[in-house]
């Protein structure tokens, strides 16, 4: 198994009561740990593969004023201030950003990066958001049906340089994206979302990687219907890694868990509804989270792993205010998987 780690960058209220002009100084140097545990293994751990971020512009669980930093602006600082570790987005909405622009985009922060991009990539979900910037809501027909075809544009843009497209959302001609990729054929595509008939058929035909549920029984079922989508578009369904992404708090007991819990949530009703919070914590603690002792961590991963999982995504949301839990992972967790 393999472990990429988010970095926090704001969205899910997680860098609340840090001064502004700290955030960036605060995000590279978690960058900068994962980074070095690429290279050498943390002291007496393993290391993280890959460094995410999300792909978002207002807060959740609601929207707030605090702090969203962009994510292409952050893949590019990071390629910038890193040097081993891949650098994903899970992910990136195809509705925000005309695809072929974003093949570009995403070829400047390869090249910057030494070759280490990856293109986290999904139909977008947050009605709100979309809204408030003007790309209105589209169905999710229309928003999957603009995944499809930004897929192809952009592997086609990488692949050869230049893309041409006459589709149902997108008219390209002609455009030139150089220099290409420094990976040969561009960025590995994880395509994310578990929707059955539409996006894991996407899946099917595109994806490197695939990204949906840490729950045990949904997560079983996804993939025999990817695996069905493989066999019908002809792909070899052994061929893609599947990963999904696990909260974590990490504690050395039940009571250390529970108290770091209780930390984050006064942060955060601070900021926003307190009912809203208490839900997206709900999610933090679920049965499907990587959260709570060190043990109990490694049997969570364990039984997606025995499922097919080979990826582990991880979000620590007390991460920029304690590495501690960070810490234990890397010391207890990961060499017990990896």
């Keep these: 198994m393999r472990f990429g780690l988010f970095i926090p960058q704001g969205w899910r209220l997680d860098l609340v009561d840090i001064p502004t002009e700290q955030h960036w100084q605060v995000m590279r140097d978690l960058a900068a740990h994962a980074d070095r545990s690429s290279l050498t293994g943390s002291a007496g751990g393993g290391a993280w ?8 512009f207002h807060t959740v669980p609601m929207p707030t004023d ?60 947050y009605q709100h958001e979309w809204e408030a910037y003007g790309y209105g809501f589209p169905s999710a027909g229309v928003r999957l049906g603009m995944l499809d075809e930004g897929v192809q544009i952009m592997r086609d843009a990488w692949r050869d340089g230049r893309v041409s497209l006459n589709g149902k959302h997108y008219q390209v001609d002609g455009a030139i ?7 040969e054929g561009g960025p ?21 990687y695939t990204n949906f549920t840490s729950e045990p029984d949904g997560f079983a079922h996804k993939s025999q219907v990817l695996a069905d989508h493989c066999r019908s578009v002809g792909t070899d369904y052994d061929a893609i890694v599947r990963s999904a992404n696990f909260n974590a708090v990490i504690g050395s007991s039940e009571d250390d868990v529970n108290e770091r819990v209780a930390r984050l949530r006064a942060r955060q009703v601070a900021k926003a509804d307190e009912r809203a919070v208490d839900s997206m914590l709900a999610t933090v603690t679920a049965p499907e989270s990587a959260s709570g002792t060190t043990e109990q961590a490694v049997q969570k991963l364990e039984r997606l792993r025995d499922l097919g999982c080979e990826y582990a995504i991880m979000y620590f949301p007390e991460a920029a205010y304690d590495r501690t839990g960070i810490e234990l992972f890397e010391r207890e967790v990961i060499p017990a998987l990896a």
């Design 177 to 183: 994206v150089a220099p290409k990729p420094l990976q």
């Design 188 to 208: 590995p595509l994880w395509i994310a979302g578990g929707g059955e008939k539409v996006t894991l058929k996407i899946a099917a035909k595109y994806a490197q």
């Design 49 to 56: 593969d890959s460094l995410w971020v999300y792909d978002h």
């Design 66 to 125: 605090e702090a969203t930093h962009e994510a292409w602006s952050l893949m590019s600082a990071y390629a910038a201030s890193t040097s081993r570790i891949k650098l994903g987005q899970m992910c990136t909405a195809m509705g925000y950003r005309n695809p072929v622009y974003l093949a570009k985009v995403a070829a400047t922060a390869d090249i910057i990066s030494g070759g280490r991009v990856q293109m986290g990539i999904g139909g977008g979900w």
